[in-house]
């Protein structure tokens, strides 16, 4: 018996499953055109040092900024259109009252973009829009490669196996659903208890 490519779309797929694979394309897709932009744009910035001379130093700050716009740019579209699976059952979640794989996640994209269009804005700090859309691209490429998988299941024989593989995949979740949730609310104490120790050991550096 031939064995197809997991790329290979079933006969009997669905619309909506034909639908669901070309739109996880199209956002894996965005995400890596997106993610080589900008590893190429954030280039410069990890070239830059003090020992630059003072002109040359002016003018590479001067593209820094100038690139660092760019790969905001370049970067908005993944996070609001690429990562939008992401947010999407990370709202799921937090509505259903857990904290399940997504919310982590979804506050690690968070944690690293927001302070980078604040670095941006203010021309002061440190950017990680690459960081933030490689880790997009390889989560949508992993989860791309998974959805392949589970479509290429097809045929009564292959719906019997997909149904026991759906079934431990679901049971498997929930356990690891409950487990980040606890992981997620140690991370949030101990964040909080630092903040606090930080505050109390060196006011002038704490957030007023």
């Known amino acids: 018996m031939r064995h197809r490519s997991i790329f290979a779309q079933p006969p009997s797929l669905s619309d909506a499953d034909r639908r669901l694979r070309r739109h996880a394309l199209l956002r894996l897709s965005l995400a890596w055109l997106a993610m080589m932009q900008v590893m190429m744009l954030a280039w410069p910035g990890y070239l830059r040092h003090d020992g630059i ?47 399940g794989m997504e919310v982590p996640v979804a506050l690690g994209i968070v944690a690293a973009f927001v302070p980078s269009v604040h ?44 149904a026991r593989v759906e079934a431990q995949r679901l049971l498997l979740g929930a356990s690891a659903d409950r487990l980040a ?10 964040a909080l208890a630092a903040a606090a120790a930080w505050a109390y050991i060196d006011p002038t550096r704490s957030l007023p």
Do not use: K
């Not at 690429?82 to 904290?99: C, D, K, V, Y």
């Not at 949730?181 to 101990?190: E, H, I, P, T, Y």
């Open 119 to 162: 670095a941006t804005y203010t021309g002061r700090g440190e950017v990680y829009f690459d960081s933030v859309t490689m880790f997009v691209a390889f989560l949508l490429t992993a989860r791309y490669l998974e959805l392949c998988a589970r479509q290429s299941f097809g045929g009564p024989t292959g719906s019997q196996r997909h």
């Open 53 to 99: 001379p003072r002109d040359a130093l002016e003018t590479l700050d001067w593209a820094i900024v100038l690139m660092n716009w760019a790969s905001l740019a370049l970067t908005l579209p993944v996070v609001l259109y690429s990562a939008w699976p992401i947010w999407r059952h990370a709202g799921a979640n937090l509505r259903q009252g857990r904290a």
């Open 181 to 190: 949730s606890r992981f997620v609310m140690a991370q949030v104490a101990l």
